[in-house]
Structure formats: C-alpha cells, structure tokens
C-alpha cells in the first residue's frame, strides 16, 4: 500500500513541501543505546532502569523463541496477502476496534509522510476481542491470542521489577492495567529514505511498552544524538512510557524514539502496548509513597482535559 506514496513524496520534493532526511541514511552502529539484561534479577531490572534513559533490550523474558518467530513469519504473510484480503480490516478512522492503515493517523497535518502500514488491536481480554482481529491468515487469531497471553505474562513480571523499585506492592499493576493493545507496523523498502520516515520522533503516551523486532531502524535519543537500537529478534525492548514518567515522580524517563527506513529490506515492530486507567492508578497509589507529582497531576488529568492532554502528547514532534 505503501507504493503510492512514492509519487507523493517526489511530488511534494519538486514543489519543495518536503524536506530529505540525512540521518535516515545513518545504519546501525552497534548496541549502544540499550543494554541487554535478563529477567532474572528484580534488583538489578529496577536498578538499571531507574538510571537508565535509554531503552533496555530484555532476553530471558519467558515468551518462547518459537512463538516470536512464529509472530513474525505470521505478519509477513499478513502484510503480503493480496490487498482484497486486507480490505475487510482497513479503516482509516482510528478508534476502538482493530484497523489497518497507511502512513499516520493525520495525513493532512503530517509535515512528513510516513512510509508504513499499521494494523492496530485491543488484546485483553482476548474472547472479547479476538472477533474483531483479522480473519486471515486463518491461524491469525489463534496464534496472536497466544502471543498476547505470553506477553502479557512477561509484561506484568517486568512491572513488579519496576514496581518493587518504586516502593509498591507485587501485583499492583494488574488492578490499574486496563487496556493492553497490540499495534504491528510493517515498514516496506523505500526507494529513496531520505524521503520519508517509518514513524517520527515520539515518546509513547501509556504505561510500558514491549517491542519485537527483525531488521535495525528503532533509534533513541541521547543527549541530543540518535543511536540505533540493537534489532536481536529474540529480545524485547522495553520502552517506559509518557504515564511511567508521571506516576513515578519522574524518577523514571521515557526515551524519545523515532523508526528510520532503508532501501533494501521490509522491517515489521511488532508492539505490545499496556495503558493503565490513570483514574484507577491515582486512587490507589500507596500512601506511604512519595507521590507529590501523581498528586500534582491528578488535577490536571482527573478533569475534561484528561483527553486532551494525551492527544496532545501524542502529537508527533518532528525534528530532522
Ligand atoms: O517500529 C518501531 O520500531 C517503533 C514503533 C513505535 O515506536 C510505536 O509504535 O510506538
Ligand atoms: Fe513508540
């Protein structure tokens, strides 16, 4: 689907409405940018996360080597399929529900274009809506509904890590927890990729979020400067969100990101979102821990700008 917007984006070069992007011919130059630790020590998980601005690359982390390789041979056929046997899915309104998608949600108001397909679902729980996933490849729903229970699994050990560090209770996270989505963006090869982005600088707006990827094009920024992350196709990165940085005082950071494209190959991130109910987190947070900014920003979110301040948030920041 991505085809067309090759046309556009030469279009919009000519007329000088676009711009290239220089660091997008920049590879990947080692693991700098996340360290790679295992799941079995809580202490150090904390530890190294709380110091840490970067994104942390978890090996160890229970979800079987097959199933994720399962997932990814699963959305590469997906991605391939004939566009008729998409169709049933496409929407370009982005709402409840599973929908699939071409470049961002705002074409009108992108000053970028983005070179990708999207296909977005809610997860949990499954039997509500596992209906709604795709109907093909005909395994889809079945081996998805796998993936997600794993990851969810694997999702809530890592939050008790971070929990523990932070002073709360184990299983703390299970009560707030309400939504965990699944968004699978595949990026095609893009003929020239200075010319566009896979997805722009960002940080994610939820709680956590738990990345599986093939090819290299995930970046950070530190200290001004973007550093690819390492694309083991084993490990999950775990990316702390915009609702972790508020909830834990700020002693926790979420890393601005950004995915660049290359020429020769399709790259597919495969992302596990968990989005608490901030109402939920702000009503139980211990009282015995120091939460003077939970309670500096109850005000703000428990209120009718609740809404707008995520979607400001999300609102991408583009810098080149
Ligand atoms: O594709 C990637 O590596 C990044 C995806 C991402 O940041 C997101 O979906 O929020
Ligand atoms: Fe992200």
């Known amino acids: ?65 097959e199933l994720m390789a399962d997932i990814r041979v699963l959305y590469n056929e997906f991605f391939n399929m004939p566009i008729e046997d998409k169709l049933s899915v496409y929407s370009e309104n982005f709402g409840k529900g599973c929908s699939l998608y071409t470049s961002g949600l705002n074409k009108t108001k992108e000053d970028v274009r983005l070179w990708k397909d999207t296909l977005k679902h809610e997860c949990h729980p499954l039997d509500k809506h596992s209906p709604s996933w795709p109907e093909k490849p005909a395994r889809y729903r079945e081996e998805v509904g796998k993936y997600t229970v794993e990851v969810r699994k694997m999702g809530f050990k890592i939050l008790d ?46 709680l956590i979020t738990f990345l599986q990827q093939d090819q290299y094009g995930l970046q950070i920024q530190n200290d001004r400067i973007w550093m690819g992350i390492d694309p083991n196709p084993n490990a999950f990165v775990v990316n702390l969100g915009h609702q972790f940085k508020i909830i834990s005082n700020e002693k926790l950071k979420s890393a601005e990101h950004r995915g660049v494209l290359n020429s020769t190959a399709s790259r597919t991130s495969i992302v596990t979102f968990f989005v608490p109910d901030l109402h939920d987190v702000f009503r139980t947070w211990p009282s015995s821990t120091n939460h003077f900014l939970v309670m500096e920003h109850r005000s703000i979110l428990i209120d009718s700008k609740y809404n707008l301040f995520f979607a400001n948030h999300v609102k991408y920041k583009i810098r080149s």
């Open 161 to 206: 890590m971070i929990g523990e560090g932070l002073g709360l209770s184990e299983g703390y996270f299970v009560e707030v927890i309400q939504e965990q989505l699944m968004a699978i963006n595949h990026y095609p090869p893009c003929p020239d990729p200075s010319l566009a982005m896979g997805i722009v600088a960002h940080t994610d707006p939820n």
């Open 1 to 65: 689907m991505c085809i067309r917007y090759y046309f556009i984006l030469l279009l919009e070069i000519v007329r000088k409405k676009t711009r290239r992007f220089r660091h997008c011919l920049q590879g990947y130059s080692g693991d700098q940018s996340s360290k790679r630790i295992g799941l079995k020590s809580s202490n150090k998980f904390s530890k190294l996360v709380k110091n840490s601005a970067y994104f942390n690359s978890v090996i160890n982390h229970g979800v079987s080597e």
